[in-house]
Structure formats: C-alpha cells, structure tokens
C-alpha cells in the first residue's frame, strides 16, 4: 500500500509546473487555428467555442511557465539549453500570435494588437536567445547531431508575427506602413530560416542515425510551416498598397502557390514515416504534449488552402482547404480525447 501511494505520489509530481511542456502552447497553437478554419467555412458556434477553449488554454499556461519560472528556474534553465527541445519554447510566441489572429477574425483589434506586440518583441528577443543558449554557445559538437522537427517552429513564429501584422494592417490606417513593413520583414525571415532550418535537419537524418523512437510528431512542423508562410503570404497579398507591399506582391503570391504545391507533397511523406515509426517499427502510439505539433500543421493546411484559393483567385486549393477542415478537426478531437485520458490514468491509483 505504501509503494502504490510513493508511486502514484511520483506519477502526480509530473503534473506540476517543474515538468511543464517547453512546447504546450503547441495546443493553443492546434485549437486557434482550427477556431479560424471553421471562421472561414462560416460555422460559427464552433469557431467562438474553440476560441474560448484556446484563450482559457493560454492564460492558464502562462500562468503555469510563470510559475515554472519562478519556483523552478533551474528546469526552466535546462530546456533552453537543450537543442532538442530548447526550440519548442517558440509555440509561445506562436500561439501568442494565433490567439491574436482569432481575436482579430471578431473584431476585438485592441486585444489583438496587444498579442501582436507581445508576439513581435518575444520573438525577436527569442530569435536571438535560443539560437544562442541552445547552439551556438554549447561546447558539445556537433550541435547538429540534435536538429529535429522542433527546430521548424522558430520558422512558425517568425510568420505568426507575420500573419497578425498582414491581418491588422486593413484596419490600422495610421499603422499601416509599419505593419506591412513588420509583416514583409517576418515573412521574408521566416523563408530564409526555412531554408536554413531543413538543411541542418536533412543533413542531420542523413549524417547521424535516426532511431525510430527519435522520429517524433514535431517533424510534422516542417510542413506547417510551410503552411502558415503560405497564409502569411496570402495575408500579404491581399494587403492595402503600401510601397513595401507593392514591391514584393507578385513574387509572394508566386512563391505562396509554390510552398502550397511543396506542403502537400509532404504529407504523405508524413503519413508514411509515422506508419514506419508505429506499425513497421512497433513504437506504441501514446499521448504526449507533441502530439499537437501533428494537429496545429494538419489546421494550418486547411487555413492555408483557404486563404491561398481567395488570395489567388485559385478554386480548387480553397476546396481542397474547406475539405481538410473535417481531417484537422478530427485529429484535434481524437488528441483532446487522449490527453484527458492521460490525466485521468495519472489520476487514478497506479497498477
């Protein structure tokens, strides 16, 4: 009796702050985007209702890192110094973004300017931190032997600043040329790590061996940032005439149709390696926080079809995009179901 009580003690201590996720805001990043993917197909209940889910989501864990950051700074301190994980840190920044982006589809544009600056700054004082702590300043080389699909979320945060800058520009006369500035300014970053980000992580598959326990969800980010720089550059296209704006207007819409045609060649890729890594490979299919980094990449295609068919007067990728809707949705359903079930299995007493 007294063994089950240490060990489901044990089993409750993951729950607390000092165990948190660097990369749980990945589910405020999966339920946003869906909340704008079901905006766009006009069912409304269920977008103001998903909008709720992920606004309740981010308060609580902000509070939670601020928590961690306080009572537990050393593990706050490990993660940033981990380049396997020390990228994860960026959903923040990311579902900060979201969020505004949801915030700015009903009209709330205070609120969402406020997660646009939030977003901005953390990003920028992130994109300079992390690559820092996490790569460049370790002595242990070499560094790329721990690139992963975590490293692709950097890419997502630099165009969910760009995302919400393009969103907001309409509807800020007097901020206009500064916004379209910060949003061609993140998007162009955004592709240039892009390029920077796959060579390392192919070069790494390629040069170090890859256990299929190592194959994990993140690697589904390199098709969702894909995605979101395809929404970014839809959202850009679609922007008021600006002399930045103008400049690049043509080449964004050219290379948004590009990266659309290059995401979905990945995803059968993706589906592949996950059916190599669970079934050929016997790795068992359990919840964890990453698993969110499968669903906010499968929304974000949706969205991104959405956009890119309006954007660029193109039929048939909005309908592709309206019908992956159904796909998104069900894998956000599916992975709630089974994060509720893992808490519930910590909570009851351990066999």
Not at 88 to 95: D, E, G, K, Q, R
Not at 219 to 234: D, F, L, N, P
Not at 322 to 332: D, M, P, R, S
Request: glycine share 8%; proline share 5%; aromatic share 12%.
């Amino acid at each position: 009796m007294a063994s089950m009580t240490r060990t489901r003690g044990t089993a409750l201590r993951r729950l607390t702050p000092e165990h948190l996720s660097p990369g749980c805001f990945a589910f405020v990043m999966a339920t946003g985007i869906l909340s704008i993917g079901a905006a766009q197909r006009g069912w409304d209940a269920p977008s103001a209702a998903l909008l709720v889910v992920a606004g309740v989501g981010y308060a609580l864990l902000v509070v939670l890192n601020a928590w961690r950051l306080v009572a537990y700074r050393r593990a706050y301190g490990k993660d940033f110094h981990d380049s396997s994980t020390a990228f994860l840190v960026f959903t923040f920044v990311a579902a900060t973004d979201v969020l505004a982006a949801c915030l700015s589809g009903i009209g709330a544009l205070a609120p969402a300017g406020v997660l646009l600056a939030v977003g901005a700054v953390s990003w920028l004082l992130l994109g300079y931190a992390v690559p820092w702590t996490a790569v460049l300043g370790r002595a242990e080389r070499p560094v790329t032997a721990h690139a992963n699909g975590t490293w692709f979320i950097w890419v997502v945060a630099a165009q969910s600043v760009a995302v919400v800058a393009a969103t907001l520009e309409p509807d800020v006369p007097g901020g206009r040329n500064a916004l379209a500035m910060l949003a061609v300014f993140a998007w162009s970053i955004g592709i240039a790590l892009y390029v920077a980000v796959a060579i390392l992580v192919v070069y790494r598959m390629l040069a170090f061996p890859l256990a299929p326990e190592q194959f994990q969800p993140p690697y589904w980010v390199s098709m969702g940032a894909i995605a979101i720089t395809i929404v970014a550059g839809s959202r850009i296209v679609e922007m008021e005439s600006t002399p930045m704006v103008d400049a690049v207007r043509g080449l964004v819409a050219g290379a948004s149709v590009v990266l659309w045609c290059f995401a979905t060649w990945l995803i059968p890729v993706l589906f592949a390696a996950g059916v190599w890594r669970h079934w050929l490979k016997g790795v068992p299919l359990r919840y964890s926080p990453t698993l969110w980094s499968i669903v906010f990449p499968l929304g974000m295609y949706a969205v991104a079809g959405m956009y890119l068919g309006r954007a660029d007067q193109l039929p048939i990728v909005a309908r592709i995009g309206e019908l992956w809707t159904w796909v998104a949705l069900a894998a956000w359903a599916a992975t709630s179901l089974a994060m509720v079930a893992s808490w519930a299995s910590v909570l009851r007493s351990p066999r």
